[in-house]
């Protein structure tokens, strides 16, 4: 029976609290389709072996699983070799010779439909039968070997996955924005251990905004070393003001005081933030309390958990090459491609290192370079899909995406807010918000 008394004093039955003193560890989910692992690499991303088409890349990865990145791959193998070969989720190119080449996504010789280039073993054979003409290329450049190869002929692969949310590749609860629940055992300490790749553990206060009406089902760790203030029948908690809890046991997000499905426990329950409820913010804990699972957001509003630059908290610019019906793939869960006018308010005086598609299919008005302009509604039409854009100064970026025009306005041609583009200017990033 769960007995009321001070938050900060252990009041669960002795044999109930050593039960759940005990870390769980993280176990995850199975991210292959068929059941099996065949190779694990940081961040929850695995190699599942098979031998599929690209097209049916995804039948691979289980649920709460999607194919990897290039990018994903580049961040996340660690140094580790694959032993098979697998698809990413990127229409790869290539350029050089084998030994001495690399991929991209816009620049260099495109494979045949449905051959992208891939992750290959050394040999550029697999046990699955998969087989790669060229092997030991690298991303973007030759070196360093990041075991990129194929192509042409080269039908079938297996996939590398990565987890969505939650790092075992199960999602117990989702909220706004990307907000996911994320049910497990873990330390405080270890509680960024429970979020996937390009998630992070949430503040207290991002939950409490983003929660809307849900309540949670399971106890959840937020990034906050949250105090307490009150009683067990009303109480709020604060980053800082109150009462200290315990080291490595701060009060938490409570499905209600008492155990959650994974054994986890809460003293107190239903305490508001910064101020007693109402509203109930379903905070709770805390001593003698050592475990719970975590709340995880979005990391950088980027699909592929990176970014490449920062404008604002809520604006991101997304690397990539994809084509303008395919811009929000860039952008993480709960992030989409933002306005142009959000753009124009919120950049200040920071250029663009990369071309990003906004959300709006823009025209053209002007002349040429720095002497034009963009607009909704008036203007002259792009070619259907390649609408003007965000451009980096000099038209062209890493990822081979180019602008024929650069530094035009927005409705006007001054200020220059970097807009380009368009005919013949197939692929860019994406600028997300959310």
């Known amino acids: 029976m769960l007995l009321t008394g001070a938050c900060n004093a252990p009041i669960e039955a002795e044999e109930a609290l050593q039960e759940s003193s005990q870390e769980s560890p993280l176990v995850p989910g199975v991210p292959c389709a068929d059941g099996s692992m065949e190779q694990i690499f940081a961040g929850g991303m695995a190699g599942c072996a098979g031998s599929v088409p ?61 051959q992208p280039m891939r992750v290959c073993t050394a040999s550029g054979n697999d046990a699955e039968g998969n087989q790669c003409n060229w092997k030991g290329c690298g991303l973007l450049a030759n070196t360093p070997n990041r075991f ?26 989702t909220f706004s924005r990307g907000l996911v629940g994320c049910a497990g055992g873990m330390t405080w300490a270890n509680r960024a251990a429970l979020c996937g790749p390009g998630y992070r553990v949430a503040t207290a206060a991002e939950w409490v905004n983003l929660r809307g009406a849900t309540a949670p089902t399971h106890h959840y760790w937020t990034s906050d070393d949250l105090e307490y203030t009150g009683t067990s029948t009303a109480c709020f908690v604060s980053t800082a003001s109150g009462t200290a809890c315990p080291a490595g046991s701060p009060m938490r997000v409570c499905k209600a005081a008492g155990t959650d499905p994974e054994g986890n426990t809460c003293n107190w329950g239903n305490c508001g933030y910064n101020a007693l409820p109402p509203p109930n ?68 005086s920071a250029a663009p290192l990369f071309n990003y598609w906004t959300g709006d299919n823009l025209r053209y008005l002007g002349s040429g370079s720095n002497n034009c302009a963009v607009s909704t509604t008036s203007g002259t039409a792009c070619t259907t899909n390649q609408p003007m854009r965000l451009c980096t100064p000099g038209g062209s970026d890493a990822f081979g995406n180019q602008c024929n025009w650069t530094h035009c306005g927005y409705l006007t041609h001054t200020p220059d807010h970097f807009f380009g583009g368009c005919n013949g200017n197939q692929f860019a990033g994406t600028l997300c918000r959310r």
Request: aromatic share 10%; hydrophobic share 35%.
């Open 281 to 348: 913010a379903y905070f709770g804990g805390c001593a003698g309390n050592p475990t719970a699972g975590s709340l995880c957001l979005p990391t950088s509003g980027c699909a592929d958990g990176t970014v490449e630059q920062v404008f604002t908290s809520n604006l991101v610019g997304c690397g990539g090459a994809v084509t303008w019906p395919n811009r929000d793939t860039l952008c993480a869960p709960g992030w989409s491609a933002s306005a142009a006018t959000t753009w124009t308010g919120q950049h200040g």
């Open 54 to 114: 690209w097209s049916n890349r995804a039948s691979l990865c289980a649920a709460g699983f999607r194919p990897a990145t290039a990018r994903e791959w580049d961040t996340l193998f660690n140094g580790l070799a694959p032993a098979h070969n697998y698809w990413t989720n990127d229409d790869l190119r290539y350029t050089g010779a084998s030994g001495a080449c690399s991929v991209a996504y816009v620049s260099g010789t495109a494979c045949p439909a449905g």
């Open 148 to 173: 990129f190869g194929g192509c042409a002929g080269n039908n079938t692969a297996g996939t590398l996955c990565v987890p969505r949310g939650c790092a075992d590749g199960t999602i117990e609860q």
